[in-house]
Structures are given as C-alpha cells and as structure tokens.
C-alpha cells in the first residue's frame, strides 16, 4: 500500500486525486490548514490521516510538522493546492503577491524540503500540479503566473538534484478546470460561468495518476491538458 500526502484535497482536483487514492486502498496523508478543517476532511476520507499545516505561513511549517506524527515513507507528494488574485500589476498590493507568492510557490519548496526524507527512503514522486499561466503569462494575471513559473522553475531543479536518487518529478499543466478557483476567477473577470466549457477535475487527475503509475523505467516530466473544445 502506497502512502500519499496530498495539499488541496477538500476540493476540485485534490479532491478527486484524493477519492480515487481511497478507491485503491492507499494510505492518505491530507495536508489541512486548521484543526478544524483536519477534522472535516477525516470525517470526508474515512480513514486518511491529516496533518495541520498553514500554506499560507510557510515559515511555520516545520514547527507545525514538529509536533505531529509525520510519514516514515511517502510514495508521493502531490501538490494541488493554489490560490489566484487577478488586478494589474499598477493596482496590485504587496499582500495579494505575498499572499500567492507563498501559497503557491514557497510553501510547496518548504513542504518538499520537509518531506524529502521520507520521499528518498520510499524512491517517491512529486506531482505539481500547475497551471497553464506556468508557460504563458497574461494580462491581469502577474502574480498568479509569477508563483506558477516559479513552480516550474523548483520541479525542474528538483528533478535534476534527486533524480540519481530514484525520486521522480512530474509538472501537470492543466488549461482552465471546473473548480471553485475558476469560479471566483469568473468573479473577478465579470464573466458568466459555465463548467461545460473547461477541463472536469476528474481529466487533471487522470493525469496525474498516469505519472504515478508510469512504471520505473520512465519518468513522465511534464503533462499539459487542455480543454478538449
């Protein structure tokens, strides 16, 4: 039985990530940012250990993880969990970069760190899942696409400091994705949503379990998804 950490399982593709895992009897290991929401996302994913940890305040991570039993091996760590503030870049305060800055990018460096030890031990795998904004940045959309190609930047040098090491690093690039994060995008566009017209997360997690279910002899790098119409 392999064991998962996973960040951003309460909702759309960390969710789904996080159901199929359960299906296939895997040992879940949920990253939640309070007690309370640990308790919530327990109660959801009978028999997934949490750990309490705020993405948000990555400097506190490895006092947070002190305190708490943490996975001797871990198969892989899946980062799913974002955040996204659109405005220009004339208009954008400091706290909105800082906010995403280390939601999506630092703390997911930090959590790596943390979890190495136990990623080596099993030859793990670290899926990032990205954002098409991680190869094109657009208008209104700085600090978003700044954490993103910053995340590609760490996977990439990830992938080449463990690779000798047996540890596997895949960036999935998904295309818009009907989940919540797209709703409050739509919010901030002034656009009307319709879930039909993006990725389902359940496609964005197809994908990542291909890279993890890739045999040894390969190791799928990189995996952009776009919307099928």
Sequence with gaps: MAA????GAGSGIGAVLTERLQERGEELWLLARDARRAAQLRERFSGAKTLVGDLGDPAKLSWAFGQQQLPVRLDSLLHVAGVVELGQVGELPVKAWQETLNVNLVAPAELTRLMLPSLRLAKGHVVFVNSGAGLNAHAEWSAYAASKHGLRA???SLRQEEHAGGVRV???????TATAMQVKVHQQEGKEYDASRF???????KAVLAALDASR??????ITVRPGQ
């Excluded at 998962?4 to 960040?7: G, M, N, R, V, Y």
């Excluded at 990725?199 to 997690?205: F, K, L, Q, R, Y």
């Excluded at 002899?217 to 990189?222: K, L, R």
């Design 4 to 7: 998962h950490l996973i960040t």
């Design 199 to 205: 990725i389902a997360p359940e496609s964005v997690a």
């Design 154 to 156: 760490l996977a990439d």
């Design 217 to 222: 002899d390969a190791e799928i790098t990189d």
């Design 170 to 176: 895949t960036t999935v690039y998904p295309g818009r």
